[in-house]
Nanobody, 123 residues
Framework: EVQLVESGGGLVQAGGSLRLSCAAS????????IAWFRQAPGKEREAVSC???????FYADSVKGRFTISSDYAKKTVYLQMNSLKPEDTAVYYC?????????????????WGQGTQVAVSS
């Protein structure tokens, strides 16, 4: 059974940083595609970033230059380093995984989802 567990969320002031972690169990990292999505209150879920073993990493325009996605094969963990945080980054952040190792920013392509971690950025 695949399980994804997010951690690292919290409350931070604008301009601050957080690092989110997504620990995967029961999921092969030999060929992986994992993404971060977020959903703010009253808004639709949106893609933040994704990474795969075959075609690298991708970012939403709203976070380019501020967020960095990375993976640790040995720990089976994907990280999202978030710098220069803005109040509009406030949301519940979810990691998701898919079986086929092609990165995608389309949430419908992802089968496995974590429970989410709250990020709140104060102005």
């Amino acid at each position: 059974e695949v399980q994804l567990v997010e951690s690292g969320g919290g409350l931070v002031q604008a301009g601050g940083s957080l690092r989110l972690s997504c620990a995967a169990s029961g999921y092969t990292f030999d060929g992986y595609a994992i993404a971060w999505f977020r959903q703010a209150p009253g808004k639709e879920r949106e893609a933040v970033s994704c990474i795969s073993s075959s075609d690298g990493s991708f970012y939403a325009d709203s976070v380019k230059g501020r967020f960095t996605i990375s993976s640790d094969y040995a720990k089976k963990t994907v990280y999202l380093q978030m710098n220069s945080l803005k109040p509009e980054d406030t949301a519940v952040y979810y990691c998701a995984a898919k079986n086929y190792p092609i990165a995608s920013m389309d949430s419908s392509k992802y089968y496995f989802w974590g429970q989410g971690t709250q990020v709140a950025v104060s102005s």
